[in-house]
């Protein structure tokens, strides 16, 4: 117990996970950061990609998240992302689709607001690609 600590990840519309863990490894904006129990008080920036926290019984489990913060704040952190699920639930079809209408609306004159807002989508889709092809070839 005296090496884990208090974990909630929380997106826009459901709880992703609530519990103890011993490791967190966010994606964010320069790399991958690792929380360990008892870090300094932070706040991260969380980019789209892929979140994973191994539990108190040393498993692995991983997220693929969209844009958001994590917050460590005496040994409890606390992801909030606007999404978060699961490699094996994702649909391929449903992502590449939404790959390829980024990618169409890319290719068409936008606002610079616009422009970003399709930028994360792009990202979105592709990194859900990578995770749900990923769990595929295993």
């Known amino acids: 117990m005296a090496n884990t600590f208090y974990l909630q990840v929380l997106a826009s519309d459901h709880v992703f996970y609530k519990g103890r863990v011993e490791t967190l490894v966010i994606p964010a904006p320069d790399g991958e950061e690792a929380l360990l129990a008892h870090h300094a008080d932070t706040i991260m920036s969380i980019v789209e990609g892929e979140l994973r926290f ?6 692995w489990h991983e997220a693929i ?3 958001g913060f994590a ?4 040994n409890r952190a606390t992801v909030l992302v606007d999404t978060a699920e699961r490699p094996e639930e994702i649909d ?3 992502a590449e689709e939404a790959r390829e209408r980024a990618e169409e609306q890319l290719r068409q004159k936008q606002s610079m607001q616009e422009y970003y807002m399709t930028q994360a989508s792009l990202a979105r889709a592709m990194v859900r690609l990578r995770a749900a092809n990923r769990k595929k070839d295993v």
């Open 54 to 59: 191994r539990d108190e019984e040393g498993h």
């Open 65 to 67: 998240v969209g844009r």
């Open 71 to 74: 917050q460590m704040i005496n």
């Open 92 to 94: 391929l079809k449903r």
